[in-house]
T-cell receptor, first 114, second 115 residues
Framework: AQTVTQSQPEMSVQEAETVTLSCTYDTSENNYYLFWYKQPPSRQMILVIRQEAYKQQNATENRFSVNFQKAAKSFSLKISDSQLGDTAMYFCAYGSGNTGKLIFGQGTTLQVKP | KAGVTQTPRYLIKTRGQQVTLSCSPISGHRSVSWYQQTPGQGLQFLFEYFSETQRNKGNFPGRFSGRQFSNSRSEMNVSTLELGDSALYLC??????????????FGPGTRLTVL
């Protein structure tokens, strides 16, 4: 069975600095997608970034980028120039055609300090 | 486009009662998935509906059921409520073309409290 692990329950960063959130996963599948979702205190889950496993190039979305290491089954999220609005819980998720669903990690609560 | 909407936003019920939650997906989306979020268990998949049919199911007891209508709106029902059913229930919609890999768009959730 596929699993997703986020080993950092809580992190904090100063505004304007860079922070990296870790995520590892376990799977025997070759074709899958990985996602980072953000859940601010208001509770609406928002997609941050998505990575297709067959693409070697790391996905980027403005200040958000990932470091996808397929062989190591690692999928970390880097947030550059952190802003107060980045304060949220971040979830790493795995999805594949075989699972038919998203499998989430336990989440990392990120606090951006002024 | 309007986002995913869920009603009601908050519910308080007592043990033994049943509850129905509603989800309206983004216009054009045909897949609706439901997730339960609790502090202890995190986010767990309940089921997915696509074109009015349950396409995938998680490991929840039969007290949890759902359905989807022809306009893609979905309802989730929980019967004989237990204290452990207290949770945030999230609905997510997607195009449904690629189950499990489509980007899912989440609603604000329904906070269910069972007393």
């Amino acid at each position: 069975a596929q699993t997703v692990t986020q080993s950092q329950p809580e992190m904090s960063v100063q505004e304007a600095e860079t922070v990296t959130l870790s995520c590892t996963y376990d799977t025997s599948e070759n074709n899958y997608y990985l996602f980072w979702y953000k859940q601010p205190p208001s509770r609406q889950m928002i997609l941050v970034i998505r990575q297709e496993a067959y693409k070697q190039q790391n996905a980027t979305e403005n200040r958000f980028s990932v470091n996808f290491q397929k062989a190591a089954k690692s999928f970390s999220l880097k947030i550059s120039d952190s802003q107060l609005g980045d304060t949220a819980m971040y979830f790493c998720a795995y999805g594949s055609g075989n699972t038919g669903k998203l499998i989430f990690g336990q989440g990392t609560t990120l606090q951006v300090k002024p | 486009k309007a986002g995913v909407t869920q009603t009601p936003r908050y519910l308080i019920k007592t043990r033994g009662q049943q509850v129905t939650l509603s989800c309206s997906p983004i216009s054009g989306h045909r897949s609706v998935s439901w997730y339960q979020q609790t502090p202890g268990q995190g986010l767990q998949f309940l089921f997915e509906y696509f074109s009015e049919t349950q396409r995938n199911k998680g490991n929840f007891p039969g007290r949890f059921s759902g359905r989807q209508f022809s306009n893609s709106r979905s309802e989730m029902n929980v019967s004989t409520l237990e204290l452990g059913d207290s949770a945030l229930y999230l609905c997510a919609s997607s195009s449904g073309l690629a189950s499990g890999t489509d980007t899912q768009y989440f609603g604000p959730g329904t906070r269910l409290t069972v007393l």
